[in-house]
C-alpha cells in the first residue's frame, strides 16, 4: 500500500470514529496486540480480504500512537501467518508521520477451496473466523462444513440413509424414471444387475437407499425426515407479526408436503390461492385480461431452485423452506447459500457449481427443470415483462433467499397518484424520509430500486442512493470499497 493510501485510510478511521468489514485497528504502542490470528483468519475468509492498521488507538478516539517497532511487528506477523493453515503472507507497509510509525498489514483472500483459513494449534472447527462487521467471529460448525463440502465435493442427495427400507420407495416410480432415462440410449443399463444400475443412478450407495432416491420415489419422504417440505404462509401486512382485520396471524398457513415434484406443484397451488388478480380491460378491443400479482414463471422458477439448490446436509436436514406472502411481496428462503465461487453478481450470468448434482439431472429427466441455467434469467425477464421491479437476491453462507415485489411499493403508494397536487420537491423530500426509514437495516442497490417500484438500479442510485450519501443521511458498509458487491446502504444513526 502506498503512503498516500495509508495516511488517506489513517485519516478516513478517524473521521469515521469505526472500524469496518475490511479494516481492523490495532494499537501496537506498548508491543504487538495478541490474538492476531482471528483476525486474520477472518480477513482470508472473506472474498476481499482486509487490512489491519496499527497505530491507532481506539480507545481514545482513534487516535496517533504509533506503533512500538515496526521491524518487531513485521516479524510478529509473518509469525502468526506461518501458524495459520494454510499458511497466510501479510503484505506489510509502514507510513512514518511526525515521528510516529504506522504499519498496514493486507491480509489476501483464499480462494473458495482453501477455506477456512484457521489457527492451525486450535482446529478446523475452534480456530475459524468470519468478519461480521467490525468484529472476528468463530465460525459455526455448519459454516465451516460448507468450505470442507465443497473442497471434497460432497453430494449430500447421494449420502446412503440406513433407516429409509423397500417399504418407504415407490419402486414402479424408480421403473418409470429409469424408462426416461432410457429414451434414445440403446446400451443403457445394458448387462447390468438392478443394484448396479440404481447405484449409477444416484439411488443406492453402499447398498442403501440415498436420499436422492426418497426425495423423488419416496411414498412419504416426511415421515423420515418432517422437515424436509416447505412451510408457506400469507400474513396480512409487510411484516411478520402484522395481523389482519379480524386479529389473525395468518391469512393462509400450510406445510408442503410429499416428492419434489409434489411440493413444487403444491407451492405454486398455494401461491396461485394467495395471488390477487387485477382485471384490466383494453380500451381498444374491450377484452377483458387478468393479470396475477407476480408472474407465475418467476415463482415457479424461484420455488424449483430453493428445491434444486437447497442444502441437504445433516446441518440442514431440520431447516424447511420458506415461501411467505407479505402484502407488498412474496419472500422464498431455502437453507443453504449459493455454492462454491458464485456470488450474487454472478447470478444467472455465469456457469455455477452445482451443489446437487444428482438431483438437477433427476430433475431435468422428469421435466421439471430446463439445467441449462436459465433459471434466473427467466425470473428477471418474467418480472420485466410483467412490469414489476427487479427480483431481489440475497446470500449468507447459511440462506438464500428471493424476494419478488408486488406493484403494492412506496413508488406506486405514494409517489404516482396524483403527483401534480404537490411540489416535485416535496415528493423527492418524502421519497427519501421514506427510504432512510426502510434502510434502517442495511439495504443493498437492488433492494432499494425493489423498495421504491423503480426497475433501474442505476437511475435509483443516481436519483436516490447518492444524493443522500452525498448529504451524509447514507452510509456504505463497506466505504473503502464501494464498488463492492457485499456493499450496504444503511441510514445514519443519530448521534
Known amino acids: 500500500m502506498l503512503e498516500e493510501e495509508i495516511k488517506a485510510l489513517i485519516e478516513k478511521v478517524r473521521n469515521q470514529q469505526c472500524e469496518s468489514q475490511y479494516v481492523e485497528v490495532k494499537s501496537a504502542a506498548k508491543g504487538c496486540p495478541e490474538r492476531l490470528y482471528d483476525t486474520i483468519s477472518a480477513f482470508s475468509n472473506q472474498d476481499d480480504g482486509g487490512v489491519i492498521l496499527f497505530g491507532l488507538d481506539e480507545t481514545r478516539g482513534f487516535a ?16 502468526v501467518g506461518e501458524e495459520m493453515t494454510p499458511i497466510v503472507r501479510p503484505v506489510v ?19 473458495v477451496s482453501e477455506r477456512p483459513c484457521f489457527k ?26 460448507t468450505y470442507e463440502a465443497y473442497r471434497r465435493r460432497t453430494h449430500d442427495e447421494l449420502r446412503p440413509l440406513p433407516e429409509v427400507t423397500d417399504i418407504l420407495i415407490d419402486e414402479t416410480l424408480v421403473e418409470a424414471y429409469l424408462a426416461l432415462r432410457q429414451q434414445g440410449r440403446i446400451n443403457f443399463a445394458a448387462s447390468m444387475t438392478r443394484e448396479q444400475l440404481w447405484s449409477t443412478m444416484g439411488f443406492l450407495r453402499e447398498g442403501k437407499y440415498t436420499l436422492l432416491a426418497l426425495l423423488l420415489f419416496g411414498r412419504y419422504p416426511q415421515a423420515t425426515f418432517p422437515q424436509l ?70 415463482l415457479r422458477e424461484s420455488i424449483l431452485n430453493a428445491l434444486v439448490h437447497r442444502d441437504y446436509s445433516i446441518y440442514t436436514e431440520n431447516q424447511p423452506i420458506s415461501l411467505t406472502f407479505f402484502s407488498n411481496r412474496v419472500e422464498i428462503q431455502n437453507p443453504g447459500g449459493l455454492y462454491g465461487r458464485l456470488t450474487v453478481d454472478q447470478l444467472g450470468k455465469t456457469q455455477p457449481d452445482t451443489r446437487n448434482p444428482a438431483l ?13 441455467y436459465s433459471g434466473i434469467p427467466r425470473i428477471r425477464r418474467a418480472m420485466a415483462e410483467a412490469g414489476l421491479p427487479e427480483p431481489c437476491f440475497t446470500d449468507t453462507r447459511e440462506r438464500f433467499k428471493v424476494t419478488l415485489y408486488n406493484k403494492d411499493t412506496f413508488y406506486n403508494r405514494v409517489m404516482e397518484p396524483e403527483p401534480d397536487l404537490e ?8 421519497a427519501e424520509d421514506a427510504l ?32 443522500l450519501v452525498e448529504k451524509g443521511a447514507l452510509v456504505m458498509t463497506i466505504p473503502e470499497t464501494p464498488r463492492s458487491h457485499k456493499q450496504r446502504y444503511q441510514a445514519r444513526l443519530a448521534k
Do not use: W
Open 64 to 79: 496517533k500512537v504509533g506503533v512500538y517497532d515496526a521491524q518487531s511487528l513485521q516479524k510478529k506477523l509473518a509469525e
Open 93 to 111: 507497509s509502514i507510513y512514518v508521520e511526525k515521528g510516529k510509525q504506522f504499519v498496514v498489514a493486507e491480509i489476501p483472500p483464499l480462494d
Open 120 to 145: 492451525t494449534a486450535r482446529g478446523r472447527v475452534k480456530g475459524s473466523f468470519i468478519r461480521v462487521g467490525e468484529s472476528d467471529k468463530p465460525m459455526t460448525e455448519y459454516e465451516v462444513y
Open 229 to 298: 417440505a416447505i412451510v408457506a404462509c400469507r400474513v396480512a401486512g409487510e411484516e411478520m407479526g402484522e395481523l389482519g382485520e379480524n386479529g389473525e396471524r395468518f391469512l393462509d398457513s400450510v406445510r408442503i408436503e410429499g416428492r419434489l415434484p409434489e411440493m413444487l406443484e403444491g407451492a405454486l397451488a398455494f401461491a396461485k390461492r394467495n395471488m390477487r388478480t387485477a382485471i384490466h380491460v383494453s380500451p381498444q378491443t374491450g377484452a377483458r385480461e387478468d393479470k396475477d400479482e407476480y408472474p407465475l414463471d418467476a
Open 360 to 372: 438437477v439431472v433427476a430433475m431435468e429427466t422428469l421435466g421439471q427443470t430446463e439445467n441449462r
Open 423 to 430: 411540489p416535485a420537491e416535496k415528493r423527492q423530500e418524502r
Open 436 to 467: 432512510l426509514a426502510f434502510c434502517a437495516t442495511p439495504r443493498t442497490k437492488q433492494e432499494i430500486a425493489a423498495f421504491l417500484g423503480i426497475a433501474s438500479t442505476g437511475y435509483v442510485f443516481r436519483r436516490y442512493v447518492s444524493p
